[in-house]
């Protein structure tokens, strides 16, 4: 497979796309005509904030699987694209939070002590102490808007300063606020109000975009100094200049712009604006963190696994990710055995979690069945990113169902997939957090451990039916690992699972077809 980087990622990480054996292509400052045309040769791509992946982009990118945003913000990414085409956007959310945090405070320190201005006095041979009299923060009240990752981050940091510390994050538990030792504020006016310091810290959004205007400013403190080391404009660029040049603000520290990258911003002109051009994440640790964490996730998910950052999936911690990893196998393999073993289509896919793992977050789960049964007949035009909506677009209802109660397992994943007024029924449970059993297909129970091949078949209860399925498979030179018969009515019909060694041919299941008493036999590759 092949990936492109079109932007710098560290060393580090190029390494470990190389070492993968993969084919890695590293165009930095690619021409947007030359990407669109190049793209289609490409399963995975490696930006960071300056290449646009938008609509046009995904028309050409006919192959891609993979875009991989190698740092935090996704606003150079349009989502819908990628989800509707079953691409998976993946980026590392956590690895240079320290580095933005740290610049945040970094701006604040350098604006409120001119020390921009006064290193530029005196690199021009110039000693003059005055005009560069700076504010204390200790004592001060800093407000930040947005207390996730990097807002938490830095309003820890500026309490260690012996600032106030308040917030307004709508988003977040009052627990939250309580955790770091933050005031709440219920609206962003009354932060905005009784703020000596503002950072904002969200994302950009329609709501977050420009919500430090005209009017924030017009009941803001006088002399209220700004951070703004997020995305460019949630401070509104015009709004700012104009409170700077009224003297409502003293001073502004600011790491991104609307328009980047910029030259000719009327911000550039302000003495007491300290710009820095979106260097936020430019740190060895953070550049080193976050080129060897996107890498990892890019060959995940081309490897078509779940990845713990990808951004159009449900989000899993690492932690989480690891509790659910046997079930997302599991789940996969119970669904992808309806389409080996039935042809109808399908209307309805009920889902029921019981026992232990009904107390999981099992979103993913479900995309992990929903996978598996698309699968077998759409391939690998079906993964995590698409499977729902692969569901929806055959108009197929997905129903998940919990049952906290114990059965005759500690946990249990069972489908109810109904079809042609038919309803198939496969069940399955993970032992000792990483042995998977399939433990009930159509009432017939079992306890299975599946393996890739394996073959299922209903039979007339009646003596001799393994031995001349037994004789059949030898003849063929196929070897049977492990066999189990499952039978509800002594006479009436069985099932037995088989697991074998190696593929079954189309000729042997013929043979194994003719075989009076056995009502039919199919082939699963799981
Ligand atoms: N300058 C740089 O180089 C870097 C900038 N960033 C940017 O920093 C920002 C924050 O990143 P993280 O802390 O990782 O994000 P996060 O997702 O952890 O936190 C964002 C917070 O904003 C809150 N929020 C959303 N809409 C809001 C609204 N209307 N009003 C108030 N709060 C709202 C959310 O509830 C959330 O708690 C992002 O814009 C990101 O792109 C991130 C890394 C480096
Ligand atoms: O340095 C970069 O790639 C941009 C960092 C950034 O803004 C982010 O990770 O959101």
Same mark, same amino acid.
């Given at each position: ?38 793209i ?14 938008d ?28 989800t ?22 970094g ?10 201005q ?18 204390e ?104 200049? &104009? ?57 995940s ?36 055995l ?9 209307? &309805?896919?009920?889902i ?89 297909v ?11 091949? %394996? ?6 209860? &009646? ?17 049977i690992?492990?066999m ?11 099932? %037995? ?24 036999? &199919?082939?699963?590759?799981?």
């Amino acid at each position: 497979m092949k990936i492109l980087v079109t932007e710098k990622i560290a060393d580090q990480g190029i390494e470990v796309l190389k070492k993968s054996g993969m084919e890695v292509d590293v165009k930095l400052d690619i021409e947007r005509g030359e990407l669109l045309e190049i793209i289609k040769n490409y399963d995975a791509i490696v930006v960071r904030s300056v290449t646009k992946i938008d609509e046009e982009f995904y028309q050409h990118a006919v192959n891609l699987k993979v875009v991989g945003r190698a740092g935090n913000g996704v606003d150079n990414i349009e989502m819908e694209g990628a989800t509707e085409r079953g691409i998976i956007v993946v980026n590392t959310p956590e690895a240079n939070i320290v580095s933005a945090a740290e610049h945040t405070i970094g701006l604040l320190i350098a604006s409120c002590r001119n020390i921009p201005q006064a290193n530029n006095h005196i690199k021009n041979r110039q000693w003059d102490r005055s005009g560069f009299k700076g504010v204390e923060l200790q004592g001060k009240t800093a407000g930040i808007v947005g207390l996730g990752r990097i807002g938490s981050l830095v309003a820890t940091r500026l309490q260690g300063f012996g600032m106030k510390v308040i917030a307004y994050d709508p988003y977040i538990t009052d627990e939250r606020f309580k955790k770091f030792g933050v005031e709440k504020k219920e609206n962003l006016q009354d932060l905005v109000k009784e703020s000596d310091f503002i950072s904002v810290h969200t994302p950009k959004t329609e709501e977050t975009f420009g919500m430090i205007g005209d009017e924030e400013f017009k009941i803001a403190k006088k002399g209220v100094r700004v951070v703004n080391c997020a995305r460019g404009g949630i401070i509104d660029e015009d709004a700012l200049v &104009k409170a700077m040049k009224e003297n409502i603000v003293a001073s502004a520290g600011i790491d991104v712009l609307v328009d980047e990258p910029n030259t000719t911003s009327p911000l550039l002109d302000l003495n007491n604006v300290i710009i820095t051009p979106h260097l936020g994440a430019d740190t060895v640790e953070a550049q080193n963190n976050v080129g060897v964490t996107i890498a990892h996730e890019v060959l995940s998910a081309l490897k078509g696994e779940m990845v713990p950052n990808a951004v159009n999936l449900p989000t899993l911690h690492h932690q989480e990710l690891e509790a659910i990893k046997a079930y997302l196998q599991l789940g996969e393999i119970l669904g992808k055995l309806y389409h080996q073993l039935e042809k109808e289509a399908i209307e &309805k896919i009920e889902i029921v979690y019981r026992g232990t793992v009904a107390e999981m977050e099992t979103s993913a789960v479900t995309l992990a069945i929903l996978k598996g049964v698309f699968e077998p007949i759409l391939k690998e035009r079906v993964n995590y990113v698409n499977a729902r909506l692969t569901a929806k677009n055959r108009g197929i209802k997905v129903i998940e169902s919990k049952e906290t109660v114990n059965g005759d397992y500690m946990n249990l994943i069972r489908l109810n997939i109904t079809a042609n007024n038919k309803v198939f029924t496969v069940a399955g449970t993970v032992f000792a957090k990483k042995d998977l059993r399939i433990v009930d297909v159509n009432g017939f129970e079992f306890d299975v451990n599946p393996t890739p091949y %394996m073959l299922i078949a209903n039979n007339i209860d &009646k003596p001799g039916m393994i031995g001349q399925i037994g004789t059949l498979l030898g003849a063929s030179k196929i070897n049977i690992a492990t066999m189990q018969v499952g039978r509800n009515v002594k006479g009436h019909e069985a099932m %037995m699972v088989l697991t074998v060694d190696s593929e079954v041919t189309k000729e042997t299941l013929k043979l194994i077809s003719n075989v009076e008493g056995i009502l039919k036999i &199919k082939f699963a590759k799981l």
